[in-house]
């Protein structure tokens, strides 16, 4: 790519950010930052546009490696959006739920547990695929009107994703055929039985009119099921022997888990076990050199000792070596770290080096297993991590 030609792809970058369609702009500047990785303001704006539109941990990772440069990326903004990383991972683990529930066909279960989490989200950006499960959600219930609310309550940078502008079009046509059409009044059938034939003609209708469009709705679920669930590491077995195997599975990495962790704690006893013997010989002995210069052993012929005042040279308490302080034992880093609720590798990194700045090297140390577990984990490092999940806690 040529010099020209990255000014005309960056100037149409910033023509989709000034028109507020952030995912656009972000494609066409990341396939930029992958040419050209010296591009600190290309790597600047797309942690703006990550953070913008609900990928916090993406924005950390385009922005960290620019603190303190020219291009103006300061310690306190990555930390302001650091304060908000357990806000998202709560965010994760509902929509987790909220799949969960679609799985089993509890679908209504699973539209307000995704409704809950708005409300909880209402103050940070919220991803696009988020909008996108909830809309579809409420075109397979039939509610057309309110999945047409939930498109223009959306930011603009969601509304203008173009998938999302189908899924306008079809809740758009679902609302329609919601509505009741009143047809001509026949003289010939009673009041009653002519609003019954109405009304079942109005049911009938809307449903074969629907068809369609929730056959489409129904496909595209589907697919975000299979995309989340493979993202999140979650499996659904189809029989009771899979499922024990799996349980199995689980059960042992847990115990592998907790053995590690209790090698690792008895690596630190024998330490200070080590420790505290060596202290006892010291001192031991230094008891002893106190005792055999402060004392004289006595024999027959010896006279009883005066009362003189004894002299300097006869003071025990001169001959006492001092005792030297032992050092503390410095504590080891465990093997392994199960990750608990609201934790992230940034808590982790400070919790046992002291700087939240070292969480990449935790990173680097888990990535490779972390994909397995989360399939997103190739493209956001170690943006992911289940609850219960064993960490590598690298010396």
């Known amino acids: 790519m040529q010099q020209a030609e990255v000014v005309e792809q960056y100037n149409k970058g910033l023509q989709y950010i000034k028109s507020?369609?952030?995912?656009?702009?972000?494609?066409?500047?990341?396939?930029?930052?992958?040419?050209?990785?010296?591009?600190?303001?290309?790597?600047?704006?797309?942690?703006?546009?990550?953070?913008?539109?609900?990928?916090?941990?993406?924005?950390?990772?385009y922005w960290e490696p620019l603190i303190d440069k020219e291009i103006g990326v300061t310690e306190e903004q990555c930390m302001l959006l650091r304060e908000q990383l357990p806000i998202y991972d709560e965010m994760q683990d509902i929509y987790s739920k909220a799949m969960q529930w679609v799985v089993i066909g509890q679908l209504n279960d699973a539209e307000q547990i995704i409704s809950d989490l708005f409300e909880k989200a209402k103050d940070v950006p919220v991803p696009t695929e988020i909008y996108r499960s909830y809309i579809l959600l409420q075109l397979q219930l039939g509610k057309g009107q309110k999945a047409l609310d939930t498109f223009k309550s959306a930011p603009q940078?969601?509304?203008?994703?173009?998938?999302?502008?189908?899924?306008?079009?079809?809740?758009?046509?679902?609302?329609?055929?919601?509505?009741?059409?009143q047809p001509l009044k026949d003289p010939w059938v009673p009041d009653e039985a002519q609003q019954l034939t109405r009304s079942d003609k109005n049911k009938k209708k809307v449903k074969?009119?629907?068809?369609?469009?929730?056959?489409?709705?129904?496909?595209?679920?589907?697919?975000?099921?299979?995309?989340?669930?493979?993202?999140?590491?979650?499996?659904?077995?189809?029989?009771?022997?899979?499922?024990?195997?799996?349980?199995i599975k689980t059960e042992n990495q847990t115990l592998k888990s907790k053995l590690a962790e209790l090698e690792a704690a008895q690596d630190v006893a024998y330490e200070k076990i080590t420790l505290l013997e060596t202290d006892n010989k010291t001192l031991s002995e230094q008891l002893a050199d106190q005792s055999d210069q402060g004392t004289k052993p006595a024999t027959e012929t010896e006279k009883p000792p005066?009362?003189?005042?004894?002299?300097?040279?006869?003071?025990?308490?001169?001959?006492?070596?001092?005792?030297?302080?032992?050092?503390?034992?410095?504590?080891?880093?465990?093997?392994?770290h199960r990750v608990a609720k609201g934790?992230?590798?940034?808590?982790?990194?400070?919790?046992?080096?002291?700087?939240?700045?070292?969480?990449?090297?935790?990173?680097?140390?888990?990535?490779?297993?972390?994909?397995?577990?989360?399939?997103?984990?190739?493209?956001?490092?170690?943006?992911?991590?289940?609850?219960?999940?064993?960490?590598?806690?690298?010396?």
């Open 20 to 61: 507020h369609d952030y995912e656009r702009a972000k494609e066409i500047l990341k396939g930029i930052a992958l040419i050209f990785h010296d591009r600190l303001l290309i790597q600047k704006v797309i942690g703006s546009l990550e953070m913008m539109t609900g990928y916090p941990y993406l924005a950390l990772k």
């Open 208 to 247: 074969g009119s629907a068809v369609l469009y929730y056959n489409m709705a129904i496909a595209a679920l589907l697919l975000v099921v299979i995309v989340a669930f493979m993202t999140f590491g979650a499996k659904s077995n189809e029989d009771s022997s899979s499922a024990s195997v799996d349980k």
């Open 157 to 181: 940078y969601v509304q203008l994703v173009p998938e999302m502008r189908i899924l306008e079009v079809s809740a758009k046509k679902v609302a329609q055929e919601e509505q009741n059409i």
């Open 343 to 395: 934790e992230n590798l940034f808590r982790i990194a400070e919790k046992y080096y002291g700087d939240k700045s070292k969480w990449q090297k935790i990173c680097d140390a888990n990535n490779d297993r972390l994909i397995g577990i989360d399939a997103r984990n190739q493209e956001q490092p170690c943006s992911y991590l289940p609850l219960g999940t064993s960490l590598t806690i690298p010396r």
């Open 306 to 336: 005066q009362t003189t005042k004894p002299t300097e040279t006869t003071n025990p308490t001169q001959a006492v070596k001092p005792v030297t302080p032992v050092q503390p034992a410095k504590p080891s880093l465990p093997a392994a």
